[in-house]
């Protein structure tokens, strides 16, 4: 086998993990994210995400964002994309999980939902149980796609089985609190690494 072949191998290993959708989703510090917990930081606005009830309904828990920037709120991590890739893909379904030590509700899972709300117009992100596989689970797969020219900047949408992409962004319920919900402006958001997640030693490692 001669020089060539070796370089249009490599040249096309580099294409398949660079290629979107399907590319490495990358931290705040451009490395890339293989598993673990990222805090969700918000580039333009606000603190990080927790959870809470909405109005006198102890349940279900639904995402909230804090108003306060030091507020750094509670990790995530991902999982169940199907494509087998070792890195967190971009723009494919997967599953994302609120990473807390136990909620005031049955469910000790803290899946992201998209939930109807009674009296609501908004379908918001709650947290629900471990996805089973199914129609219904369809409402817990999530994408996560770049955004504008933000540095390591993302958005998170729902993507339905037809492919109708929409943002999930900050909506304000009648409580007044912001809470992560399905609408038309996205929520530009970076992932910083929670303590003890493994990360790989930049983008280039990988290929």
């Known amino acids: 086998m001669n020089s060539m072949f070796y370089f249009l ?13 399907g590319g490495p989703i990358l931290d705040n510090d451009g490395y890339v994210i293989f598993n673990g917990s990222y805090l969700v930081r918000p580039i333009i606005f606000g603190g990080g995400l927790t959870l809470s009830p909405l109005g006198d309904n102890q349940c279900p828990l639904y995402i909230e964002q804090q108003f306060s920037k030091d ?16 890195f967190v ?8 999980e609120m990473v807390i030590p ?8 803290t899946y992201w939902w998209v939930t109807a709300t009674e009296g609501s117009k908004w379908l918001f992100i709650s947290a629900g149980p471990k996805p089973d596989p199914g129609e219904a689970s369809s409402k817990s ?5 770049k955004v504008g ?6 958005k998170i949408m729902f993507c339905s089985k037809d492919n109708n992409c ?4 900050i909506v304000v319920d009648e409580y007044g609190v912001q809470r992560l919900a399905l609408c038309t402006v996205p929520f530009p958001i970076t992932f910083v ?3 003890g997640t493994e990360t790989s030693s930049k983008t280039i490692s990988i290929m």
């Open 141 to 145: 797969f999530f994408q996560i796609k």
């Open 71 to 86: 507020d750094i709120g509670y990790p995530i991590r991902f999982s169940n994309w199907g494509s087998g890739a070792r």
């Open 193 to 195: 690494k929670a303590d």
């Open 149 to 154: 020219d933000f540095t390591n900047g993302y």
């Open 102 to 109: 136990v909620t005031t509700c049955v469910q000790s899972s």
């Open 9 to 21: 191998l490599a040249l096309t290993a580099v294409l398949a993990v660079t290629a979107d959708p």
């Open 89 to 96: 893909p971009e723009s494919e379904n997967l599953n994302i």
């Open 166 to 169: 929409i943002d999930v962004g």
